[in-house]
């Protein structure tokens, strides 16, 4: 437990063979929990029974992962909670479902006017990460609130394979379910930033068919067709070893884009199905990863989340699964490197299939390979 006279945090770990680490008396007064974990862990009854009935008054989010971060470790098959108090704020929970991709955009509008209120500061957004367009879920929450009013969270993870998601919102976990929680008051200070680390290689190539979140065509030849030369022999592993090469992606005019992950492939009509959209008249390029540039990407997203010289009291990480892909034994590295810039801060997140966070024009965007880094602190009302 975090001891300070604003902002509390309690985080509690579930391992298998271990049992419950973690806590403190007298607990926190909770008024909000994130619980992340393997989707059997989130699902257990028996797990998160105990949570429920230890911060009865809070309001319980959460989300499978692609793997668990707590503190400076990563885990796999565990549940990490972090319960927080806040003295002289507050939190909502708006929540949403969706069917397919198609329900991305409304259901991105309704939970933004479900939050909407003049004390409101910021949105942490918690989406299933396999039937949501994040693209159409960010458009959604940007029309409803204003400029002012910023946004983080990330889309649920399924490990690597990519079968379902499970979001938690108020209760036990469901798929096809955002979850978006909002904070509230003039005492809180929160932040964003993200970056990723990437290096483009080959031509940059026109988006010439595609449909949303498929791609169907690049420069008139198929897309699943071009992507698979270059990848070679990784070609065999996709659609998990598209994670390792993904695309930057940018719209004409623009000097700099946003990356776009591989979600899977059509092998009927050649396509390759993203977790974001890929516009007809946009241009990509591959990219690979560059281990050193990857860490000190963290390191970067953790230096712009900071936005005065005092220290965060909570920071919530959002990075993507093909960033642990490529790090893989390095992967704490880029947890070393945020610790190294927000102090002893608690830090709680998890590997994601998308992340959301304030891009280049400072509204938020659907990035894809980033580290995002969301700091909370409590200040004087």
């Excluded at 990330?154 to 998601?165: C, H, V, Y």
């Excluded at 698979?228 to 000097?255: D, I, K, V």
Aim: proline content about 5%; overall charge negative; some cysteine.
């Amino acid at each position: 437990m975090q001891d300070c006279k604003q902002l509390r945090v309690e985080q509690l770990h579930w391992r298998d063979g271990e049992g419950w680490t973690g806590g403190n008396l007298p607990q926190v007064k909770a008024q909000w929990v994130l619980a992340l974990g393997s989707g059997e862990h989130l699902r257990s009854g028996r797990l998160c029974a105990p949570i429920f009935a230890r911060y009865p008054d809070a309001i319980f989010t959460g989300c499978s992962t692609a793997g668990e971060i707590l503190g400076r470790r990563v885990y796999d098959g565990s549940l990490v909670v972090t319960a927080v108090e806040l003295e002289r704020s507050r939190v909502r929970l708006a929540k949403a479902r969706v069917e397919d991709q198609r329900g991305s955009f409304a259901a991105g509008h309704q939970l933004a006017a479900e939050l909407i209120e003049p004390e409101l500061k910021h949105v942490l957004v918690l989406s299933d990460g396999l039937r949501v367009n994040g693209t159409g879920l960010v458009a959604g929450l940007r029309s409803g609130l204003p400029p002012s009013i910023t946004v983080s969270g990330g889309l649920a993870g399924d490990g690597q394979r990519m079968s379902e998601t499970f979001v938690c919102a108020g209760g036990h976990p469901e798929s096809g379910i955002i979850a978006a929680v909002g904070f509230y008051g003039s005492a809180l200070e929160i932040s964003c930033g993200s970056t990723g680390g990437w290096d483009a290689f080959g031509p940059e190539r026109l988006v010439t068919r595609s449909d949303g979140n498929v791609l169907y065509e690049l420069d008139g030849q198929s897309a699943l067709g071009l992507y698979r030369r270059y990848l070679g022999e990784h070609a065999a592993g996709l659609p998990a070893t598209g994670l390792l090469f993904p695309l930057s992606l940018r719209n004409p005019g623009q000097g700099t884009g946003v990356v776009r992950t591989i979600l899977g492939v059509d092998e009927k009509r050649q396509s390759l199905i993203f977790a974001g959209e890929v516009p007809t008249g946009s241009f990509v390029r591959l990219m690979r990863a560059n281990l050193d540039r990857l860490v000190d990407g963290a390191f970067g997203a953790a230096k712009a989340s900071l936005r005065s010289d005092l220290p965060p009291e909570l920071t919530v990480l959002v990075s993507c699964v093909g960033r642990r892909l490529v790090l893989r034994q390095r992967i704490e590295e880029e947890l070393d490197g945020v610790a190294e810039v927000i102090g002893p801060a608690p830090m709680a997140g998890f590997y994601s299939y998308g992340e959301l966070a304030p891009g280049p024009a400072a509204s938020c965007e659907l990035h894809n390979q980033t580290m995002t880094v969301t700091s909370f602190r409590e200040g004087p009302a």
